[in-house]
Each structure stands twice: as structure tokens, then as C-alpha cells.
Nanobody, 115 residues
Framework: QVQLVESGGGLVQAGGSLRLSCAASGSIFGINAMGWYRQTPGKQRELVARISSGGSTNYADSVKGRFTISRDNAKNTVYLQMNSLKPDDTAVYYC?????????WGQGTQVTVSS
């Protein structure tokens, strides 16, 4: 069984920063891509950032230049550093891990940015 444990969400003022972490544990081998998605009520879950096993990254246009994704392969952990946060970044953020044919999701962590 695989578990993804997220941490780092919370309430922050516009212009502030937060760092999300997601650690994968359990029977997981050969992690490929790791990423972060977000969702607000009534909207589809959208990709925020993704990082491949080789370190290649891609970002949603709305977060480019403000967010940075990174990973620690030894710890099976992915991070999302979020700077210059805006009220539009308010959402539940979900960690995503791909391992072979399997896709795993975290439980979600709330990020709220006040204006």
C-alpha cells in the first residue's frame, strides 16, 4: 500500500510564500513523475507543476516565475515552493505520483491567500 503525506498548506497574505511537501511511503518502486495539482469548488483539477525522474519540469502558465517544484529521490519527496502568492492561488493542492502504470494522489492540503 502506498501513502502520500502532504504538509505545508495554510493561510497567507497576498505576496507571501508557502512551501508544500509530499512524502511517498509504502510499497512504491521506481517513481517516475511527481507533481502538484490544485482544485477549487466547481472547477476541474488542474496541473500546477510536474517534475520527471530526470528533473525536467513544467508549470502552468499562471505560476511560472513564482512557483518552483523540486524533488528528493532519496526521500521519495516532492516540494512546491510558492512565492508571490495571489488570491487566485487559493485552492486545495494535491500531490500526484506516477510509478509505472500506477497513479497515486495525496489527500489534499488547503492553501488560502488573503487579499
Amino acid at each position: 500500500q502506498v501513502q502520500l503525506v502532504e504538509s505545508g498548506g495554510g493561510l497567507v497574505q497576498a505576496g507571501g510564500s508557502l512551501r508544500l511537501s509530499c512524502a511517498a511511503s509504502g510499497s512504491i518502486f521506481g517513481i517516475n513523475a511527481m507533481g502538484w495539482y490544485r482544485q477549487t469548488p466547481g472547477k476541474q483539477r488542474e496541473l500546477v507543476a510536474r517534475i520527471s525522474s530526470g528533473g525536467s519540469t513544467n508549470y502552468a502558465d499562471s505560476v511560472k516565475g513564482r512557483f518552483t517544484i523540486s524533488r528528493d529521490n532519496a526521500k521519495n519527496t516532492v516540494y512546491l515552493q510558492m512565492n508571490s502568492l495571489k488570491p487566485d492561488d487559493t485552492a486545495v493542492y494535491y500531490c500526484n505520483v506516477v510509478s509505472g502504470a500506477y497513479v497515486y494522489w495525496g489527500q489534499g492540503t488547503q492553501v488560502t491567500v488573503s487579499s
